[in-house]
């Protein structure tokens, strides 16, 4: 009887056809059984014996499935945490679930906006904690500083972020430690040093600003790497915007070949940014931008990670974890996919040649 049920489960379960067809054979009444093996001597002995080998087998093979669909598919709660609504961190996103549902990993998830609030956001803070989710998305700075506040044991994978380590969201990008990695937009310094390079290739002075609070690792690591390519970077620190013009005019005083940069919000705000621009194109100084956003508006080149490949990134990254990987033995994800834009009618108007072979890698060109 017991046997009996269990075939007719598996058949209701959706079980694959061979475990259908076994279920039917173990569901033929006794009166049919025993027509059949008339017409076969070699089924004349040990009927019931079969008919419960047949069952068995069913039951087997229909566990087998379900167990099957079970390791493929895993149901799961992801949280969603971005900054703020943008375009960007939309497509960031988009790249995250597009790897998750390739990779089979079922999961639910509920996606929370802080609208740049790194204080407070308590009300987000206790939903998620409410619902106890499996993994915890942040998309940009703000959203991982205040996830990795408040969750000390869920593992959080971030998007969209710079300079992590900088940050204090990980102990270094090999080896995170705790409950946080991630897939970084860092574009790796010495690729961008290369590409200035390739522009100029006389190159020694270069020049940046920074904020000692936000940046100051990141410059003490350039740096280094431009020593070791012969490169003397110059740094001029800025404690608010209002120092910006005098710390630019320090660093043209000392004869700067190019402006290099990081993304520092104490830098780039909008009325710093703009006399940035208008300085360097006045003083014939190329200048090389934190992202593509900076060459439309009069930079001369940025190199920028895609969006939807960091998404990737982190996709991949989340997936290891929900498949029992520990996130703190993780390393954190560099860019694969990066992007140039070249604004070509700047460097027509500080009077820089730009190599062809520049051009044709550029993504973007402005002209």
Known sequence: MYARRGAIHCAR???????????????????????????????RFGSRDRLTLFCVVALAVCLASRATAEATERECLVAIVKSWDLPEYNTAIGGFLDTIS???????????????????????????????????LT??????????????STPIVFSMVLYPVASAFVA????????????????????????????MPKLKRVGVL????????????????????NIQMIAEPVEAEGDVPDALGRLDKQKIEALWSVAD???FTRPSTRYVI??????????????????????????????RDNGRQAGEIAVQILNGAKPEGIAVGIPRKVEMALNLQVAGNIGLKIPQSIIDDAAQVFE
Not at 104 to 130: D, M, P, S
Not at 139 to 152: H, L, Y
């Open 139 to 152: 998309v940009g700075s703000r959203a991982t500083e205040v996830m990795a506040k408040n969750f000390r």
């Open 278 to 307: 208008e300085y360097v194109l006045h003083r014939g100084i190329p200048f090389m931008g934190p992202h593509n956003g900076f060459v439309k508006a009069g930079a001369l080149v940025a190199l920028t990670a895609d969006y």
């Open 210 to 229: 920074y904020s000692p609070d936000e940046t100051l690792p990141v410059i003490e690591e350039a740096k280094r790497i431009a020593k070791s390519m």
């Open 13 to 43: 379960t959706g079980a694959n056809s061979l475990a259908r067809f076994i279920c039917a054979m173990s569901q033929e009444s006794p009166h049919e059984f025993k027509r059949s093996t008339v017409n076969n001597p070699d089924m």
């Open 172 to 199: 270094n990008m090999d080896r995170p430690g705790e409950n946080v990695t991630g897939a970084a937009m860092d574009v790796p310094i010495e690729r961008q040093l290369r590409v200035l390079l390739k522009i």
């Open 265 to 267: 919000g104490k830098v």
């Open 102 to 136: 390739q990779k089979r990993i079922k999961c639910k998830t509920v996606t929370y906006n802080l609208q740049g609030q790194t204080e407070g956001g308590e009300q987000i803070v206790g939903k998620i904690r409410a619902s106890k989710p499996d993994l915890i």
